[in-house]
């Protein structure tokens, strides 16, 4: 048996976000979301399926922090649903949103589990969408109002905070891939998009010291990571280029204070360029404290002009694959979390990974085996890490139980938990057990 033991005050939690699992689409006073209209757009989402009732934590939150005391986590990442807060993007407040998460909030507390808060985890108030969204200057700063609001409601309450899940998710899969809401297709309103929530998150950054909120501040890109099919430089460059538009694009900006040089006059060939204005590169490299990355899977990359605005093309090299058809490849992870040591040894949280695996309940259990192994490959590329000296806090599997998977609706399962969406009973999958394992040993056990 080898035995991985983990640093004693490691973090050991889980994830969700608020449009996948809240449901209560019309209660509480909420407003709409881009992703209630995404949703209900036909073909956008797999069977048209939408979050109004999702796993209907709106309601069965209780129900969910007895199911993280027993799995025994310390940390939960959870995010705040703008649209329930000022439900018309920059206007009145409304106080039965904020009212449903301190009842959540000082839930967690009791129960001994830190909240660890995401402001903006993609569900942006319409109003604001129509005006321009991302792009338009006025929702930045009503991004800065609404975290505002909720800075002074919940500093002392919440610590650890991020300000955006995945920019590049925000920014390019939704607005020049229009995988995601609000289904963009066109590369200068994408980079338009990436800029505007920088900016936006510089300033809400700045507010939250101005206010002298408690605890720690950070933003959460989604990593990619690509080696190159062959030693050809312009396979090495097409792996950069994909690298670097999850990574480089944004931390470049927030940690540097410019853009990645080599990327900018990419996209300058294609005709597009980055709309800074006087000031925007100072306020979005105001220091932050810390550094969430979700990371799932890795690609084997080379250079097709044909291949979209990167001209990266990955390879299906007959890896092993979850159920959404991604890789199993752990050894990204630690590849990425070395190559974020440019930025220097700044703090970082895993606080998304996870893995699809759609198996169902069969006699009172969920065997979901795949997952088990995967969570283990993945943990065990976490402690070479750390050994390796990297700053690593906290580990956060994506997800506590099964919900919305964006495009994918409620086909594709990434929970601990499993959920039946007609009855909503919560069902504890086997990893789930095994995970409960490995929180209150801190430590991993392989048989080798
Ligand atoms: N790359 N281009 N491909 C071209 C065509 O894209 C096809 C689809 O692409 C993607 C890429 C990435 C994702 C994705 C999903 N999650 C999981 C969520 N993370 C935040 C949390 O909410 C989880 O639900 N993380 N990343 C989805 C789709």
Same mark, same amino acid.
């Given at each position: 048996m080898t035995f991985f033991h983990f640093p004693k005050d490691f973090k050991w939690g889980t994830a969700t976000a608020s449009y996948q699992i809240e449901g209560a689409y019309n209660e509480g006073g909420r407003g709409m979301s881009i992703w209630d209209t995404f949703s209900r757009t036909p073909g956008k989402v797999f069977n048209g399926d939408n979050g109004d009732i999702a796993c209907d934590s709106y309601h069965r939150y209780e129900e969910d922090i007895e199911l993280m005391k027993k799995l025994g986590i310390n940390t939960y990442r959870f995010s705040i649903a703008w649209? #329930?807060?000022?439900?018309?993007?920059? $206007?009145?407040?409304?106080?039965?949103?904020?009212?449903? &998460?301190?009842r959540f909030v000082d839930k967690l507390l009791e129960a001994g589990i830190e909240p660890f808060c995401t402001l903006y985890h993609w569900d942006l108030p319409q109003t604001l969408q129509d005006e321009g969204g991302w792009e338009n200057r006025r929702t930045v700063e009503a991004f800065v109002k609404y975290a505002e609001v909720i800075f002074k409601e919940f500093s002392g309450k919440i610590n650890y905070w991020l300000t955006f899940n995945e920019p590049w998710c925000i920014a390019f899969l939704s607005n020049l891939l229009g995988v995601h809401a609000p289904g963009n297709q066109d590369l200068q309103t994408s980079i338009n998009v990436a800029h505007g929530l920088l900016v936006a998150h510089g300033k809400a950054v700045k507010k939250f010291r101005e206010l002298g909120t408690t605890g720690e501040i950070g933003i959460a890109p989604n990593m990619a990571w690509a080696v190159p099919y062959s030693k050809s430089r312009e396979d090495q460059e097409a792996c950069d280029r994909t690298i670097a538009l999850n990574t480089d694009w944004f931390l470049d900006p927030i940690y540097k204070g410019h853009y990645p040089q080599f990327m900018v006059e990419w996209f300058e060939q294609a005709g597009a360029t980055v709309p800074i204005q006087e000031g925007d590169m100072e306020i979005i490299s105001q220091p932050i404290d810390l550094l969430g990355i979700n990371y799932y899977t890795m690609g084997v990359n080379r250079y097709n002009p044909e291949a979209g605005v990167l001209q990266s093309e990955e390879l299906n090299m007959g890896l092993p694959v979850t159920d959404i058809g991604w890789p199993v490849e752990s050894r990204g992870l630690y590849e990425v979390l070395? &190559?974020?040591?440019? %930025?220097?040894?700044?703090?970082?949280?895993?606080?998304?990974? $996870?893995?699809?695996?759609?198996?169902?309940?069969?006699?009172?259990? +969920?065997?979901? %085996? #795949?997952?088990?192994?995967?969570?283990?490959?993945?943990?065990i590329q976490v402690h070479r890490a750390i050994n390796d000296g990297i700053n690593l806090k906290g580990y956060m599997a994506w997800s506590l139980m099964?919900?919305?998977?964006?495009?994918?609706? &409620? @086909?594709? @399962?990434?929970?601990?938990?499993? +959920?039946? %969406?007609?009855?909503? +009973? @919560?069902?504890?999958?086997?990893s789930f057990y095994?995970?409960?394992? +490995?929180?209150?040993?801190?430590?991993?056990?392989?048989?080798?």
């Open positions: 649209p #329930r807060i000022i439900p018309d993007g920059d $206007g009145e407040i409304n106080r039965e949103g904020l009212d449903f &998460y301190h070395h &190559y974020l040591q440019k %930025y220097g040894n700044v703090p970082i949280y895993i606080t998304e990974n $996870g893995a699809c695996i759609n198996d169902g309940i069969e006699k009172d259990t +969920v065997a979901d %085996y #795949r997952r088990i192994s995967y969570l283990q490959q993945h943990m099964d919900n919305f998977e964006w495009a994918e609706g &409620y @086909r594709m @399962r990434f929970g601990l938990v499993h +959920v039946d %969406y007609r009855s909503l +009973v @919560r069902t504890p999958k086997e095994w995970y409960q394992n +490995v929180i209150k040993n801190n430590w991993i056990e392989t048989r080798t």
